[in-house]
Each structure stands twice: as C-alpha cells, then as structure tokens.
C-alpha cells in the first residue's frame, strides 16, 4: 500500500543537481527525496512540532515520484554574483553570468510513500504534507491538492535503475541521480546551521532514478518532455 500525496504547481521549478557547478546548473525535473524530506522537516518547525524528531522517522521513507503530464525547461543565462578570488580588491562580490534552467509543469506532482515504513505516522505525515509550501529551490512553490491510498503505483512513476526487481529497461525515460537521505545522517549533518560537514556519499547519497519523460522536442533555448507508461506496477 501507498500513501501518495499531489500538488499542483503555481510556479516555475528549479531544482540545481547537487553533482553540478555553480556556473553550470542543470535542473532536476522532479524534486529529489532528500529535498521531499527536507521540506516536511522544515513544515514540522513551522507548524509547532519537532523537527528533529521528524527527521528520525523521515529519513528512512521510501519515495517514487508521478511528474506532471509535460514539462518544458527553458535554458537561460543569468547575471549572478560571486565573491571575488582577489581578497584584497576591496570589492564585495564580483558580477558575472551562469547557465541556468527553469521548468514550466503543466500537471499535477504526486509523491508517493510505502505505508508500512510510514506505521503511525500516518496522520503526522498527512499533516506536515498539506504544510509544504514549495519543493526544490526557495520560490518553486506548489499547492497541496490532498492524499490518497494506492494499492500500486501506476507505471507512471519514477524507479530506480537498481533495483534488482526490474529484468528489463528502456532508454525511452530520463536518467537522473536523485540524491536522498543516507544512512548514517544526523539532524545535525542536514542542519545548515551547524558546525557538522554533510557528508557526500554518506549522508547524502545519489540514486540513480528513472524518470518517464520523453523528450519530444528541444531547440537551445528550451527542451520539452512528455510523461510516457513504461515501468510496471508496484505493490
């Protein structure tokens, strides 16, 4: 059984590949899990609750992603700015330009749990769902629309590339390492205000996903995708 939640997007997507460079950022098209579970910790803090309690039970879920029906991201060069590499100018920061991408959705995301790593946190995980407010990159927001139970997921969900239950696979999809929430993370490895190093590899680990997009068309400025059917239920 699953426990899938869906949101509507209301704004661009962005989400820079954590593999990537400052100067040259591709963007995910879906949100990754560490992102997914990120978000509900930050929603446990704004609603009252313990995030870091949160943290402990999120960490292990398992999480398939539904993309919205298309995608088109566009390819732009932006003016950003960077510190300077010559301290002593006297400058604060340097201007100078960087590739970056942005997704239009049409559709709705659906994000899908497995009920029984969730056990009674059921109602809590319903909570701090309705209480996300973007995914991704700050401004990429979306609209919780609600939570239903799922038999199976539909094909139509991501996968991972490794997962020894697939005999087969087809490059009819897009191939993206999704990083998630590695084994031996602490709340304190994840918490941009402490002094401890996340660790690469460790606490934030890649997962190499399946993405059922289909590119159908692509020029310099934009490339478009189209959500195809080609993975096999899950129970």
């Known amino acids: ?30 949100p990754t ?9 930050e929603a446990a803090f704004r609603s009252g609750l313990d995030g870091e309690a949160v943290f402990t ?10 993309p919205p029906e298309e995608a088109v991201v566009n390819h732009t060069f932006v003016k950003v700015l960077r510190e300077p590499h010559d301290k002593k100018s006297g400058r604060a920061f340097d201007s100078t330009i960087a590739y970056r991408e942005y997704a239009f959705f049409r559709g709705r995301l659906r994000i899908a749990f497995r009920l029984a790593e969730v056990g ?20 990429s927001f979306v609209q919780f629309c609600g939570v239903e139970e799922l038999a199976e ?3 139509s969900f991501t996968w991972h590339v490794l997962d020894n239950s697939r005999s087969t696979l087809t490059l009819n999809v897009v191939f993206q390492p999704l990083d998630d929430v590695g084994p031996s993370a602490t709340f304190d490895r994840v ?45």
């Open 1 to 30: 059984m699953w426990l899938v939640a869906t949101y509507r997007p209301t704004a661009l997507f962005s989400q820079k590949s954590s593999m990537a460079t400052s100067s040259g950022a591709r963007t995910n098209l879906v």
């Open 153 to 155: 997921l539909p094909p």
């Open 191 to 235: 918490n941009t205000y402490s002094d401890e190093r996340l660790r690469i590899g460790k606490d934030r680990v890649f997962v190499p996903t399946a993405i059922p997009y289909r590119l159908v068309a692509s020029s310099r400025g934009y490339s478009h995708y189209r959500r195809v059917n080609v993975a096999t239920s899950r129970k």
């Open 33 to 41: 899990p560490y992102s997914i579970k990120l978000a509900l910790v």
């Open 120 to 139: 009674d946190k059921r109602e809590e995980l319903v909570r701090l769902l309705a209480h996300v407010q973007y995914l991704g990159k700050r401004g």
């Open 57 to 66: 039970w999120v960490k292990p879920l398992t999480i398939y992603l539904e």
